[in-house]
C-alpha cells in the first residue's frame, strides 16, 4: 500500500497520484487498510444487537426493491409503464412477464427480511412464510388498483390544475406516495414490515411525502403537492381525505415502561374521519379525531378533537409596521 503525505495530495490537485510514473497500478491518495481496520475497531466499540460475525445473511436492498416497486407500478398501469401491444393478449403477456420479475425480487427481499430477523431473533411479526406473503400480496393486487383508481380519481376532481387523469398518474407525487403505501401497507400487514419501510422510505426520498407503512388510508385520498408531508405509523384516514404540503399526523407524546424504554406501536396519532380537508402546513398531534366533514386551516397547531363539520381557522394574521426591523 503506498502512502502519500498531505502536500503531495494537495499539490496533485483533483487527479490520483502514481509514486512511479512507469506502472500502470492506479494508486490512491488513501491508506484503505488503516481505514478498513479502523472501521472494523469502531465497530467492535459500538454496542449492536447483532454481534460482528453473527450475521451471514443479505440484507434488503432498496435498490432491488425500486425495481420491484417500478415492475408493480408498470403491472397495474400498464399502458403508462410502457407496454406498446394494448391488444388484451399483449396487456396481459405484459403484465405477466412484469408482475412475476417484480415478484420474484420482491420474494427475495422478504426472505432476506426474515433471515434478518431471525438472526435478531425477534419475534417475527407474521407467521406467514415469505412465499405466503408475497403470494398473499399478488391476490391483493386488485384492490390496491381499485383504491389507487379512487385516488387518481380524487386528484383530478380536486385539483383544477390537473388536465387529465393520465397526468395525475404520470406526475402527481401524492400519487407517486399513495402507489408506495398502498403495496407498502399492504406488506406491512402480511408481515415484511422492513421492507414496506424500505419502499416507503423510496417515496418519501422522491416525493418527499412521508408515510409510514402502518397507516391506514381509505380510498379517494389525494395529498396536493405534498413536500414536507409527515403521517405517522398508527394514523388512521378515512375516505375522500384531501390534504395538501407540510402536513403533519405525529405523535404528541411518548410513553415509556418502567424500564424508562419507549412503547412501540402504541397507537399515538390522529384519526381522520371521512371528508376531511387539511390545509398547508397543520400540524395535528396525538390520538385524536377529526369529525367528518371538517375543515383544518393552514399552519393550525392541533392537539385536541375536533367535532364533525368544524372549521378550524388561525387567529387572523394583523398588520405591523416593518420600519427599523419592527414586527420582525
Ligand atoms: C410522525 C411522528 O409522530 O413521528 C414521531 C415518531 N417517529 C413516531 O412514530 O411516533
Known amino acids: 500500500m503506498v502512502s502519500i503525505v498531505v502536500h503531495d495530495l494537495l499539490a496533485a490537485g483533483p487527479r490520483l497520484l502514481s509514486s ?10 488513501w491508506n484503505i487498510d488503516t481505514v478498513v481496520s479502523e472501521l472494523r475497531e469502531a465497530r467492535g466499540r459500538t454496542k449492536r444487537v447483532i454481534q460482528a460475525g453473527n450475521r451471514r445473511a443479505p440484507l434488503p436492498s432498496p435498490e432491488k426493491l425500486q425495481q420491484a416497486i417500478q415492475g408493480i407500478y408498470a403491472s397495474l398501469f400498464p399502458r403508462h409503464a410502457g407496454a406498446f401491444d394494448h391488444s388484451d393478449e399483449g396487456i396481459a403477456f405484459f403484465v405477466g412477464n ?48 381499485e383504491l ?15 388536465k387529465s387523469t ?31 419501510r424500505i419502499i416507503a422510505e423510496l417515496a418519501h426520498s ?16 389525494f395529498i396536493d403537492h405534498g413536500t414536507g408531508v409527515v403521517i405517522g ?25 418502567e424500564g424508562g424504554a419507549l412503547v412501540k406501536g402504541e397507537p399515538r396519532h390522529p384519526i381522520v374521519e371521512d371528508d376531511v380537508v387539511i390545509y398547508a402546513g397543520a400540524t395535528i398531534l396525538g390520538r385524536i379525531t377529526i369529525g ?16 364533525p363539520n368544524s372549521n378550524v381557522v388561525q387567529a387572523q394574521a394583523r398588520t405591523e409596521t416593518f420600519d427599523h426591523g419592527s414586527g420582525i
Open 166 to 196: 393520465e397526468e395525475v398518474l404520470l406526475s402527481f407525487p401524492g400519487i407517486k406516495a399513495i402507489v408506495h403505501h398502498r403495496v407498502a401497507h399492504a406488506l406491512h400487514l402480511l408481515g415484511s414490515p422492513v421492507v414496506a
Open 233 to 257: 405509523e398508527t394514523a388512521v384516514i378515512g375516505q375522500r381525505v384531501r390534504i395538501y404540503q407540510a402536513v403533519t399526523l405525529g405523535a404528541k407524546r411518548f410513553s415509556v415502561d
Open 292 to 307: 367528518r366533514g371538517s375543515s383544518i386551516g393552514g399552519n393550525i397547531w392541533l392537539t385536541r378533537s375536533v367535532p
Open 20 to 29: 512511479d510514473s512507469n506502472t500502470e497500478e492506479p494508486v490512491v491518495p
Open 148 to 162: 389507487l383508481e379512487s385516488d387518481i380519481r380524487a386528484a383530478y376532481e380536486g385539483d383544477p390544475s390537473a
Open 206 to 221: 422522491q416525493t418527499g411525502i412521508d408515510i409510514h407503512p402502518g397507516a391506514k388510508i381509505g380510498g379517494s385520498f
Open 98 to 145: 412484469t408482475l412475476n420479475a417484480a415478484l420474484h425480487i420482491l420474494l427475495d427481499q422478504v426472505r432476506r427480511e426474515h433471515a434478518f430477523v431471525d438472526e435478531t431473533r425477534a419475534s417475527h411479526e407474521s407467521s406467514l412464510s415469505a412465499e405466503e406473503i408475497v403470494t398473499a400480496f399478488s391476490r391483493e393486487l386488485p384492490q390496491i388498483y
